[in-house]
């Protein structure tokens, strides 16, 4: 940065470091001159000159009473200068591993204002609305080319569409299509509306829908900064490398700039931060919760309150009395409102007692200064579900940071390497070919796409490519050559450095190859991982240490040696915030690091297990488990998964959870690679995947710890055969009469006795269909529509088999995709298929009165369990898992007959045309002969649906060429007469 601001902050923290009389003397004389060129910072504007004396932080036991209405300087010019420092600081991006160059002074600092590409959290938005003659004038493959099939950011991405009801949708109708108390009182324009998703659609579609409907709603993506405006109280969660930290900083260094100059457009940097109108230009404090909770560490038994964390942001703002005054001046911003508080790592607390406590001061402090805005970031899965509820801060919103996508990656490339480019005069030639080769390389390479969704790892993927002209295949591979890399930057020669000639030489064993360092790295790693922070003189013994075992002649002075070198030249290791700590800068390598010492040593098996249940641990253990299988050693990790699926003494807790890990693991480093010569792990993946089955089909853990066994199931292989073959496990539902439908529209029907599937079919029975010729237009299980239908839309497959969410890969999951006669044609092929249906039974879709029925029975229940309003516990809606769920994970919202998924999941066709009520069956609405203009019901509502539509006497209809992906089936079978 060369604003002669940073400039300013730069000299005088060079005049702070310096003890020489004539350089201080030479700085003074250069901060006065700069200072004089440098106009009133327009920040100081927003800044009050009045700081209340009442304003004194009581934090005995911590640091000493201070009233921060004592000011050394003007508050403006403390201001300004912290602004300053902070926009340095959290714009550089010091990379000493981005390439092998002659001298380490070459590294490469990147700023991240050049990479910071936009993320998203996992919520969707309202983007546009047409209506009226904007929707006559619609261009609909303009549209889709530009926010749909292009490759771009999710600013400009669109995801689904929401479509208002039909022009020739009646009153009746919308009673019957959405049967909710809020719904029927509530007037047209506010009715809920259908949702389709965009990549399912073609300009075809869309242009048809756009001339069909009143009007057409699109979402894209919320963005982070989007979540943040919405929310002034939010904890934003994500998976390690997500770009959690990044997001702060970038927000903390854009608000900077912008409190130093009036000028910047936070509207365009900041996407939706127009929304807080004249109170946007806030002042931001980014903290790390991690010496927070080491800061209240020192007196444990202290009651917790706000004056706690206010006491740890003053200090850290003062830093050790070198900024004295500015926490009176901060504080004045506090309390007017015009503070953004940035919190990192709410996961990195050092224990259990120590993150509850982390807790408490966060609470307290939001409750003291209700008009201070708070973001904390934490781990998902540190956070997130019903296992996690005492670590939940109170009335916070959450938001979820979403995968990168395509369009991000390709973006961050980009931008990437040109910064790079620019800081090393690359040619411009070479900087395009890394591009190029980046971005082809995840767009066409599974795996790489993969890795390609986490910022971080795909900052590492162009580290590695630069310096060895190729990619590695898998991740462990990745962050080895991260640290190799890194390593070899204390291995190049610093002319004016402090410390002279390379590390080795430094320490006194130059004719030792760095990569002996290896061991020292993994055990400071574990050590840091471990207790949250690594000390000076921990540091200090674990070198000594490690130089004794090397052959050092002097190993103390070896380590103090060492700890002087990375003082000065940080890489792997570097001094934190204090100077008696030190840091791996890059967290990611500290967890494959400390993995790689987990599995090291012979007691490794206890050592796993007793960190097993902290979640900071989990990736580490992975790591190991991945490194381990990566070089070819498979029997530690099948003794680990061994352990996990059989060791006794748990709860039912731990051992479901436990399964959990195991699946976890074995699918990050994959089956394919355990079980390559070793048969033991094929048996162990049956084994888990039998345990599984029980922990997907249980009551034990959250329904979203279920619904992960479930999705674990469709790589292990599902072993109850009631979900995956044929013919399928029935119900008996015993007949009786029974008042159908709600309110004034209730009447009497009455149903004979009949069998119903106890599941939605699955994409795995629906493959023994495709299987046998199934769309064989002439076969007999065709009439003569279906037989039309297929000919003339050509279809072979539902609409979504290939899909990687929807499709024949998630074999336990209710088929979707599917039109109505396509279902029909289902049920005949069954009714004749001699091996699946050796009886002669005939299978059919249920009528809609036996759907009905199944789901409420005599008593009338309101949702298929009962009367309890629907909750995560009893079905899959809301748009929880963003798709559909392995079969039968709801046992609470069975029915008593033991059928389920009757409520959400999928939208189920049945065999009734859509007419008015009463339901006569002998009107005609069951007679399958003449399907001309027919629309026929479905029933029981699907994940992408709120609750109201779960009640179970909610009506939709569709026309039978009808495919979506929320949309499935379920069989009646009726024994053949004797």
């Known amino acids: 940065m060369t604003d002669p601001r940073t400039q300013l902050a730069t000299l005088r923290a060079m005049r702070e470091a310096v003890t020489d009389t004539t350089q201080r003397a030479a700085l003074d004389a250069a901060i006065t001159a ?109 549209y889709m080319e530009q926010h749909v099939w292009a490759r771009v950011l999710p600013g400009q991405q669109r995801l ?82 997500s770009g959690k930290s990044t997001t702060l900083r970038y927000l903390a260094l854009t608000l900077a700039k912008a409190g130093l100059d009036s000028n910047v457009d936070l509207d365009e940097r900041l996407f939706g931060w127009t929304a807080l109108g004249a109170a946007r230009r806030l002042l931001p404090m980014v903290l790390p919760l991690q010496l927070f909770a080491r800061w209240l560490a020192v007196q444990p038994e202290r009651p917790i309150s706000a004056a706690d964390l206010w006491g740890f942001i003053g200090d850290h703002l003062e830093d050790s009395g070198r900024r004295e005054g500015l926490a009176a001046a901060v504080y004045t911003e506090l309390e007017a409102g015009r503070v953004l508080l940035l919190l990192d790592g709410l996961d990195a607390a050092l224990s259990v007692d120590i993150r509850r406590r982390v807790l408490q001061a966060i609470q307290a402090f939001a409750r ?138 430094y320490i006194g064993m130059s004719n030792t190859d760095i990569r002996v360092l290896h061991p020292l790295l993994q055990t400071a790693a574990f050590a840091a991982h471990e207790s949250g922070s690594l000390e000076r003189n921990t540091l200090y013994k674990l070198i000594a240490n490690e130089l004794e075992q090397q052959g050092h002649t002097n190993p103390r002075y070896g380590a103090k040696q060492f700890l002087a070198y990375i003082d000065v030249r940080a890489g792997l290791l570097q001094a934190g915030a204090t100077n008696d700590t030190y840091i791996f800068p890059y967290p990611a390598i500290q967890e494959y690091l400390a993995g790689l010492e987990l599995v090291r040593d012979i007691d490794f098996m206890q050592r796993m297990m007793q960190r097993r249940i902290d979640d900071r641990w989990r990736v580490p253990i992975i790591l190991g488990m991945g490194h381990l299988v990566n070089k070819g050693s498979l029997a530690m990790p099948y003794q680990l998964l061994n352990e996990l699926l059989l060791s006794a003494g748990r709860t039912p807790e731990r051992y479901q959870r436990d399964l959990l890990f195991a699946a976890e693991i074995a699918e990050h480093v994959g089956w394919s690679r355990l079980e390559r010569g070793r048969a033991t792990f094929a048996k162990l993946r049956r084994d888990l995947a039998d345990a599984l089955a029980h922990v997907a089909t249980g009551t034990v853990l959250p329904a979203s710890e279920r619904v992960r066994a479930g999705d674990y199931l469709c790589t292990l292989g599902e072993p109850r055969p009631v979900i995956t073959e044929l013919p399928p496990p029935m119900a008996r539902i015993e007949g009786d009469a029974f008042q159908m439908g709600d309110g004034q529209e209730q009447h009497t029907v009455t149903v004979a006795t009949f069998e119903l599937a106890r599941y939605p079919i699955t994409n795995a029975q629906y493959a023994l269909f495709i299987a046998d010729d199934g769309y064989n237009p002439a076969a007999p299980w065709w009439d003569k529509a279906g037989t039309v239908w297929q000919r003339c839309a050509t279809k072979r497959l539902p609409k979504w088999w290939n899909h990687a969410r929807f499709g024949q890969a998630r074999p336990n999951h209710p088929v979707v995709g599917i039109s109505w006669y396509e279902a029909l044609a289902f049920c005949r092929w069954l009714t004749q298929h001699p091996d699946y249906n050796p009886e002669g039974a005939i299978y059919r879709l249920p ?132």
Request: net charge negative; proline share 5%.
């Open 368 to 505: 003291e200064y209700p008009q201070c805005r708070c973001v904390v970031t934490c781990q998902t899965q540190a956070y997130a579900g019903e296992q996690n509820r005492e670590w939940q801060l109170s009335n916070w919103s959450t938001a979820t940071l979403a995968n990168w996508t395509l369009g991000q990656m390709k973006h961050f490339v980009q931008s990437w390497y040109a910064a790079v480019a620019e800081s090393n005069r690359i040619p411009l030639a070479q900087r395009d070919t890394w591009t190029a080769t980046l971005q082809q390389a995840i767009e066409t390479h599974a795996d790489w796409q993969r890795l390609g969704t986490r910022p971080l790892l795909l900052t590492m993927m162009a580290q590695v490519q630069m310096n060895d002209s190729h990619l590695p295949e898998e991740q462990v591979q990745l962050y080895s050559r991260c640290v190799d890399l890194l390593l070899d930057q204390w291995e190049l020669t610093a002319e004016d450095s402090v410390v002279s000639g390379t590390l080795m030489d």
């Open 847 to 978: 009528t809609e009165a036996e759907w009905e029925f199944a789901a409420r029975d005599k008593a009338g229940r309101t949702y298929p369990w009962g009367d309890a309003a629907p909750d995560d516990e009893h079905a899959n809606f809301g748009q929880r898992y963003r798709g559909t769920t392995r079969v039968g994970c709801f046992l609470r919202g069975a029915t008593p007959e033991g059928v389920y998924d009757m409520a959400g999941s999928v939208w189920e066709w049945t065999c009734s045309e859509y007419r008015e009520y009463p339901y006569d069956p002998d009107d005609g609405r069951e007679d399958l002969d003449d399907l001309t203009e027919k629309y026929f019901t479905v029933r029981g509502g699907s994940w992408y649906n709120h609750s109201g539509i779960l009640r179970a006497a909610i009506r939709l209809y569709y026309p039978p060429d009808f495919r979506y992906y929320f949309i499935g089936f379920r069989l009646v079978r009726h024994r053949a007469v004797q």
């Open 34 to 142: 700069l200072e004089a060129t440098i106009p009133t910072q327009s920040y100081a504007v927003a800044i009050s000159e009045s700081v209340p004396t009442s304003a004194v932080v009581a934090n005995e036991g911590y640091r000493n009473n201070r009233c921060y209405g004592q000011r050394q300087k003007n508050d403006a010019r403390l201001l300004t200068d912290y602004l300053c420092h902070l926009y340095d600081r959290c714009d550089r991006l010091p990379l000493p591993g981005v390439r092998k160059r002659k001298a380490a002074d070459s590294a490469v600092t990147i700023s991240l204002e050049r990479v910071y590409t936009q993320l998203a959290t996992t919520d969707l938005v309202v983007r546009e609305v047409y209506a009226g003659a904007a929707l006559q004038q619609f261009d609909a493959r303009a």
């Open 160 to 241: 689904e569409l929401r479509l208002s009801p039909e022009a020739q949708m009646s009153d009746i109708f919308w009673k019957h299509r959405a049967r909710s108390v809020d719904a029927l009182n509530a007037p047209p324009n506010r009715r809920p509306q259908e949702r389709r998703s965009l990549d399912a659609l073609s300009s075809a579609d869309l242009s048809q829908l756009a001339r069909n409907r009143q009007q057409l709603t699109f979402l894209g993506p919320q963005l982070v900064t989007e979540a943040i405006v919405q929310h002034p109280r939010l904890v934003l969660l994500g998976e390690p490398g």
